[in-house]
């Protein structure tokens, strides 16, 4: 499969907010392999995973992110399993996007049917960067050591619907630990919400969302507490 994607502005120059024609997907894939209920995936994909909060491609933006590496996906009944890692496509105007082996995805996820009406995700993410993935801007910790950053994200989603299809309801909430440039990681984050489809013809929805993450609330404790 290929997917070829040009975002710059019609009547504006190029900037860091525009992409030139470039691949964002280009990989092959194998379905079934001996009738197993597998897919793998081997090149350049984008990762849309879950309700997109934590890894998407981003495709509602002029810059759409892609990642390269292998992907693994196998359906078991009412299970649903994924696991991958790739590395970050490093997007420059004027070059072939290149995969940035200095910042590495990984991960592993599984969602089941917990219910009538009801599923439940639960995953666990990681994230590599070297300390001079960015020359410019090596990543420093608090106290303005060097180093890489090491940084695992587990996580749940539980959601589904109320009573009828018109009524849906989601909670997702994740941690971070791991270590960046000497510091320490402790970080959270959640997401809630509750939607209601008028069963009409335009079928509009109307939703209240919650969301927050933590924050980091001394810059000298050696403790990295940003999500």
């Not at 019609?10 to 907010?17: E, G, K, L, R, T």
């Not at 894939?29 to 994909?45: H, K, T, V």
Request: net charge negative.
């Amino acid at each position: 499969a290929a997917d070829i994607t040009d975002g710059r502005e019609m009547v504006h120059d190029a900037d860091s907010n525009t992409a030139e024609m470039d691949i964002t997907q280009l990989y092959l894939g194998l379905n079934r392999p001996g009738g197993i209920p597998l897919q793998i995936r081997l090149g350049r994909q984008n990762w849309n995973i879950g309700s997109r909060r934590l890894i998407s491609s981003s495709s509602w933006g002029n810059k759409k992110r892609s990642w390269d590496g292998i992907m693994a996906e196998a359906d078991f009944g009412q299970a649903h399993v994924l696991a991958s890692g790739d590395s970050v496509v490093d997007m420059e105007n004027g070059k072939f996007d290149h995969g940035k082996f200095d910042e590495i995805l990984w991960g592993t996820l599984l969602n089941a049917k917990a219910g009538e009406s009801v599923r439940v995700e639960v995953y666990l993410f990681g994230l590599y960067k070297d300390a001079y993935r960015d020359s410019s801007k090596p990543i420093r910790g608090e106290n303005g050591g060097i180093g890489s950053e090491n940084r695992m994200t587990p996580g749940f989603r539980v959601y589904g619907n109320i009573s009828s299809p018109e009524i849906d309801w989601e909670f997702d909430g994740a941690f971070q630990v791991g270590c960046r440039a000497g510091d320490s990681i402790h970080a959270f984050a959640f997401a809630s919400s509750v939607g209601w489809t008028l069963p009409i013809d335009t079928s509009p929805r109307i939703a209240l969302e919650v969301t927050y993450a933590s924050g980091d609330p001394d810059s000298e404790d050696f403790l990295e507490q940003t999500f």
